[in-house]
């Protein structure tokens, strides 16, 4: 039985910037094969930042799935204060 560590944000974080040096900011599923195919490491996260068929669109900051819906209630707050 393998023993599954979780992936810290940290570490999610050099494998966006390793990966957008390395493809761009817009890379397909073929570059994230290649990428793990070198032993850069596991990029299975990648999937939420799905832009299209194959296509995935890089943030330049990793934002966890918690830390986004935080953001979003933030601006929804500050939004009904503006109106």
Excluded: W
């Amino acid at each position: 039985m393998k023993n599954k560590q979780k992936m810290t944000s940290n570490k999610k974080q050099k494998l966006l910037t390793a990966l957008i040096k390395t493809y761009g900011s817009l890379v397909t599923r073929k570059n994230l094969l290649e990428f793990e195919a070198a032993g850069r490491g596991n990029v299975c996260f990648v999937g939420q930042y799905r832009s299209g068929r194959g296509k995935y669109q890089l943030p330049a900051v990793y934002e966890s799935p918690e830390q986004h819906d935080i953001r979003l209630a933030k601006r929804a707050v500050l939004d009904v204060h503006l109106l």
